[in-house]
């Protein structure tokens, strides 16, 4: 089945440590997406990709990198730069559909982190 | 860019119809209106999108209001696996904009 497979799925990390969510699709889609979800809260972009080595700063891009080497990997490196870490963060995957301009969103299962 | 707002709870008895409002008062001529569900901790879901006619799929109705600042997303039977919490959103191609989640409470 196709779909966005996200790694690991809960991951705990000590104050100064980098960590790498991984997120993999098999959805043949262009664009890939990553967002942060907070208790209470809606979904903030952190980084999006259109296209292979190329990414582009979502709204709360300070202290993650990301890179797109692959069409289907889009790994997020929540580094030591971002003073609140701890959250839910999602990917996700599209495909412009027809020429409508109408974009759906894939996500895939979430990556729970808890800076300790 | 347009900013997405939503009640953030509301309670359906099961076997109504649920219509959940959005409000998108900013929202520009090309960006389309999405909805998608989340139960807690799995990644959103997909429902319905439209740009500016009311669309109906099998899961869902979304009507939107002429002028486009708002839109309504109708479950027509709630069942209680319909309790979640529902996401509008607006987008231009690749950037999307999501409210904060409106807590459907579908109760027997």
């Known amino acids: 089945d196709g779909g966005i497979t996200q790694s690991p799925k809960y991951l705990f990390r000590k104050e100064g440590q980098n960590v790498t969510l991984s997120c993999e699709q098999n959805l043949n889609h262009d664009a890939m997406y990553w967002y942060r979800q907070d208790p209470g809260q809606g979904l903030r972009l952190i980084y999006y990709?259109?296209?292979?080595?190329?990414?582009q700063k979502g709204d709360i891009a300070e202290g993650y990198s990301v890179s797109r080497e692959k069409k289907e990997s889009f790994p997020l490196t929540v580094t030591s730069a971002q003073k609140n870490p701890t959250a839910f963060y999602l990917c996700a995957s599209s495909n412009i559909l027809g020429n409508s301009g109408a974009n759906v969103l894939t996500f895939g299962a979430g990556s729970r982190l808890t800076v300790l | 860019d347009a900013k997405t707002t939503q009640p953030p709870s509301m309670d359906c008895a099961e076997g109504r119809a649920a219509n959940l409002p959005c409000n998108h008062s900013?929202?520009?001529?090309?960006?389309?209106v999405y909805w998608y569900r989340q139960i807690h901790s799995q990644g959103p879901q997909y429902i319905i999108h439209?740009?500016?006619n009311n669309e109906t799929n099998e899961m869902a109705s979304l009507i939107i209001t002429e002028d486009r600042k708002s839109s309504t997303l109708i479950l027509p039977h709630a069942t209680l696996r319909d309790t979640a919490v529902y996401y509008c959103a607006s987008s231009n191609f690749n950037k999307f904009y999501f409210g904060s989640g409106t807590k459907l409470n579908v109760k027997p």
């Open positions: 990709s259109q296209i292979v080595n190329d990414f």
């Open positions: 439209g740009l500016k």
């Open positions: 900013t929202i520009s001529g090309n960006e389309y």
